[in-house]
């Protein structure tokens, strides 16, 4: 059996912890050295570290404080890794808790977070997910059930002085081109909240004061959100300072390309066992300036999906220049406004598309002034026929009665 680096108590708070951090700085000491070629177990927190509940109410939703997020396990340390080297991380398997069979998913509210689309769900919600070995399902979401495509929303290494001093400066710019918008054009350094792990005192402080939050995906990886970083797949991470220092969280039971809902996929506390070694210089061999990987042997086997366009043509009739995040915007609206026929409340359509296996796809970016996205749902996630028939919808489970919709979505 493998052994467990970090274990994490989720009746303590990340911040007890000091093999957690939740900001990014190439000064934060690795809590455990490996040998190329090991493998280990890491325990993580759910990325909000306890904040929100199994229960009924969205109220933690949208009070949560997102200058906490996100609580990373780690950082790790691999012998004989330096700079320019690819650390290659094999993820051999993802498990929850025994005693912790469940995740939620949410949307923030517009004042505290937002969303993909805030506009449309300006009010924070909830819907909670059962697991059932490898399977799910929602009392808030009755009619579907999947197998849950299990993976770390959020790994990579610790990136470099230089590299953490780009990223603060590009940030910075973005943000003061419309420093009053809500919500904010990116997340910025915040001291007040920040787990620098086993830093201590002032330089501590200083660290906290410039360390990167972990909410965008960078050159290192971080926060990538990729549904098919599963069990058996392989990353390679550049690597940016001595020993690599890879740090890992934001479990996902299971979550649909884009992770829409942005509280976001199947959020789980959980544990990840990885195989790490090193490729010399793989940076420059093999030209990599961001993670490469190669996915599981084992992937989800759907035959069949409705498949909902969308093109860069906004909800006023406006027309955008290629723009693909308008493009998948208006596929995923029109992929809820289908699904309300058959008895969903949109908040229980869009839920299912942040957390079920759908697949967003860039399908025309050339096709002036259109983007193209699709947004692909697997039909055979219902227990009951969501296909387009000539009679007409087909209401409700077993094509007999209304889906009843829970109180809070
Ligand atoms: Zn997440």
């Given at each position: 059996m493998a052994e467990t680096l970090i274990k994490v108590d989720l009746k303590q708070s990340p911040y007890d912890n000091d093999k957690i951090h939740n900001r990014w700085h190439p000064d934060i000491p690795m809590v455990a050295m490996v040998k190329p070629g090991d493998d280990f177990i890491i325990e993580c927190v759910d990325w909000t570290g306890g904040q929100i509940n199994n229960n009924d109410s969205a109220d933690d939703v949208r009070d949560v404080d997102l200058t906490k997020v996100h609580f990373l396990?780690?950082?790790?340390?691999?012998?004989?890794?330096?700079?320019?080297?690819?650390?290659?991380?094999?993820?051999?398997?993802?498990?929850?808790?025994d005693d912790s069979q469940w995740g939620f998913n949410g949307f923030f509210s517009k004042q505290n977070g937002g969303g993909f689309l805030t506009e449309h769900f300006p009010e924070a919600q909830k819907s909670i997910w059962d697991f059932n070995g490898m399977f799910t399902k929602s009392r808030?979401?009755?009619?579907?059930?999947?197998?849950?495509?299990?993976?770390?929303?959020?790994?990579?290494?610790?990136?470099?002085?230089?590299?953490?001093?780009?990223?603060?400066?590009?940030?910075?710019a973005l943000v003061d081109t419309d420093p009053d918008r809500v919500p904010a054009l990116a997340t910025l350094p915040y001291a007040d909240t920040a787990h620098m792990g086993q830093m201590k005192g002032d330089a501590a402080k200083a660290a906290a004061a410039e360390g990167a939050r972990t909410v965008p995906p960078r050159e290192h990886g971080g926060n990538c959100d990729i549904k098919d970083l599963s069990r058996g797949s392989t990353v390679y991470f550049p690597v940016y300072v001595e020993g690599g220092g890879l740090s890992v969280g934001d479990l996902h039971f299971s979550q649909g390309d884009g992770e829409i809902t942005f509280c976001g996929a199947i959020e789980m506390?959980?544990?990840?066992?990885?195989?790490v070694n090193v490729i010399k210089d793989g940076m420059a061999k093999y030209g990599v300036k961001n993670?490469?990987?190669?996915?599981?042997?084992?992937?989800?086997?759907?035959?069949?999906?409705?498949?909902?366009?969308?093109?860069?043509?906004?909800?006023?009739?406006?027309?955008?220049?290629?723009?693909?995040h308008i493009a998948y915007r208006q596929a995923c609206l029109n992929a809820i406004e289908y699904l309300t026929k058959f008895g969903?409340?949109?908040?229980?359509?869009?839920?299912?598309?942040?957390?079920?296996?759908?697949?967003?796809?860039?399908?025309?970016?050339?096709?002036?002034?259109?983007?193209?996205a699709t947004l692909w749902l697997p039909?055979?996630?219902?227990?009951?026929?969501?296909?387009?028939?000539?009679?007409?919808?087909?209401?409700?489970?077993?094509?007999?009665?209304?889906?009843?919709?829970?109180?809070?979505?």
């Open positions: 396990s780690g950082p790790v340390g691999v012998e004989g890794a330096e700079p320019g080297d690819l650390l290659q991380v094999e993820i051999l398997d993802i498990g929850a808790f808030h979401v009755p009619g579907v059930e999947f197998a849950g495509l299990i993976h770390p929303g959020l790994i990579g290494c610790l990136p470099s002085k230089e590299m953490l001093d780009m990223w603060n400066t590009r940030e910075k506390a959980g544990w990840i066992h990885m195989r993670p490469i990987f190669k996915p599981s042997p084992i992937t989800p086997k759907y035959d069949d999906y409705l498949i909902f366009e969308g093109i860069s043509v906004d909800e006023q009739g406006k027309q955008h220049y290629l723009d693909v969903y409340s949109k908040a229980q359509a869009y839920a299912i598309l942040g957390v079920a296996p759908v697949q967003g796809h860039i399908s025309g970016v050339v096709d002036i002034p259109n983007a193209c039909t055979d996630i219902f227990d009951f026929d969501v296909k387009i028939n000539p009679d007409g919808p087909k209401k409700g489970v077993d094509g007999s009665v209304d889906v009843p919709l829970s109180p809070d979505l």
